[in-house]
């Protein structure tokens, strides 16, 4: 089981997952919301569907990134999203 799989348990959240488990996609308050893994596992990346949010944010944890990602698709300020990096 990857890192990503095992924070999107441990929060209790249901997600759309490729095979590798490095890709997860799933429902954020307003919006879809994706996390994935870079090739290493070392960096999370995570974006959302909302137009005014879809710049792409970096994490060096699984669960920083699913948090700063559903932060984003709720339309959580900006600045407490950079806390957890």
Known sequence: MTQLVEALHALGLDAELAPSGRWAKFQGERCAVY???????????????????????????????????????????RSQMHQDR
């Open 35 to 77: 996390v994935t893994a870079s090739a290493r596992g070392t960096a999370y990346y995570t974006w959302c569907d909302d137009p005014s949010a879809r710049s792409v944010e970096a994490y060096r944890d699984a669960v920083a990134a699913i948090q700063a990602g559903l932060r984003r698709a709720a339309g959580g300020d």
